[in-house]
């Protein structure tokens, strides 16, 4: 019977052993030890945003370098438009786009501004003087705000979204968010670059204006849930000792 009873126990620690390595097994991004992360966060872009594969545009042409938007706006023009159709276009895996009356054109790695003159460019080939306004209609940020199942795709409408902006179209830092552990991950040079905020305290303040950019990811560490998971775990286990040894010592009852 002690014997029994002593094989049932290791078993039930093994299975607490093996089940224990899953637990918060959901949190993402841990830091190794000995690496470091950035604390000096750019407040504003470097650079303005180059146009990427898959990256959706669209774009307005107007002739006499955009006098008919003048003349809408002010209401000298006879005819006003109501309405227009919006339309956008893929950047394909080789750089290009395919517009109207122009084809192809190669806009990958162009900043907005850039990419505007040499949209110019062509349709001055067909058109008088013509002004050319283009917008990148899929960037976004991905929040992380305290809890994996909680995770936000944040459109940017506006190219000056701020880190608190986007948290707060997320729905805000989730009870299990530890506010002063939150993870900005940006994309430069080709690599991810993490940098570490501290929002916890009245200092965290210097970051709530900083300027967000497309493919940024925001991630709050969510605080460790050991007794709920453990207890989860657990239970099973305990479950299944307390039937055995009810059973084994019914068995032994009657012999």
């Known amino acids: 019977m002690k014997k029994a ?10 299975g607490f052993l093996f089940t224990g390595c899953g637990v918060n097994s959901n949190v993402m991004f841990k830091e190794a030890k000995n690496v470091e992360l950035n604390d000096s ?16 545009i669209t774009f307005t042409l107007t002739t006499k370098n955009g006098a008919k938007i003048l003349e809408e706006m002010s209401g ?10 919006i339309f956008e276009f893929t950047v394909r895996q080789n750089g290009k786009v395919k517009l109207p009356i122009i084809g192809m054109v190669h806009v990958e790695g162009l900043t907005v501004s850039s990419c505007e003159d040499t949209l110019a460019k062509y349709y001055g080939e067909k058109y008088q003087s013509p002004f050319v306004q283009v917008r ?14 909680d995770a936000k795709v944040v459109p940017l409408l506006n190219t000056n979204t ?7 179209q997320a729905g805000g830092i989730t009870d299990r968010g530890k506010a002063n552990t939150v993870k900005l991950m940006r994309k430069q040079n080709g690599k991810r ?4 905020l501290d929002l916890s305290t009245i200092e965290g303040l210097k970051y709530v204006d900083m300027i967000v950019q497309a493919n940024d990811y925001i991630y709050v560490e969510p605080t ?19 039937s055995a040894l009810v059973i084994f010592t019914a068995i032994s009852l009657f012999k």
């Open 5 to 14: 009873i002593f094989s049932l126990i290791v078993i039930a620690l093994v």
């Open 193 to 196: 670059v993490v940098y570490r």
């Open 41 to 56: 966060v750019p407040m504003r872009p470097t650079s303005d945003y180059k146009i990427s594969i898959d990256d959706k």
């Open 224 to 242: 460790p849930e050991l007794s709920k998971e453990i207890s989860e775990d657990v239970v099973p286990i305990v479950s299944l000792f307390s």
């Open 136 to 149: 990148i209609t899929n960037q976004r940020v991905i929040v992380f705000p305290g809890n994996g199942s």
């Open 162 to 168: 701020t880190l608190m902006e986007a948290i707060a």
């Open 76 to 85: 000298i023009a006879t005819e006003q438009r109501t309405g227009a159709n």
